[in-house]
């Protein structure tokens, strides 16, 4: 019998997520994941970057902190395509991430109709929203 075919809630997991990554002492609980390199090289010119921790996905993927009004921030380089963001975002919630903020190119917007845009249910746009947040440029 198949192991796809075979899933029993009962059993021991074969792979333990505890296995494979342990929470991190002084974890940022809010964290922005974001696409654009040239973002990265904004945060680490204008802030004071402590890396707590990494990921791996095929490369190396630091995670660093920063303070923002008093609030401590992390933030990590994502990679691109639904399947590899959502496992690191999958990572981060194992390492202590509360929140989360996907900084996505400026053209997710601009290049969207008005209906498309306001597709998204309100309560995922800005900061302080829910597990997994959506902002646009500007919001803070």
Not at 92 to 99: D, H, Q, S, V
Request: glycine content about 8%; charged content about 15%; proline content about 6%.
């Amino acid at each position: 019998m198949s192991i796809l075919y075979s899933f029993d809630s009962e059993s021991e997991a074969i792979i333990n997520p505890a296995e494979a990554v342990q929470p991190v002492q002084d974890f940022p609980e809010t964290v922005l994941s974001v696409f654009s390199e040239k973002f990265v090289h904004l945060l680490a010119s204008s802030y004071r970057l402590e890396q707590v921790s990494y990921m791996t996905g095929g490369r190396t993927i630091p995670i660093f902190c920063f303070e923002y009004k008093g609030e401590r921030l992390g933030f990590y380089h994502s990679l691109l395509g639904g399947s590899a963001s959502g496992a690191l975002l999958e990572e981060i919630i194992a390492k202590g991430g509360n929140r989360s903020c996907f900084f996505a190119p400026a053209a997710l917007w601009t290049r969207r109709s008005a209906a498309e845009i306001s597709s998204f249910p309100p309560m995922l746009i800005g900061m302080k929203g829910p597990a997994t947040t959506i902002c646009r440029p500007g919001i803070t």
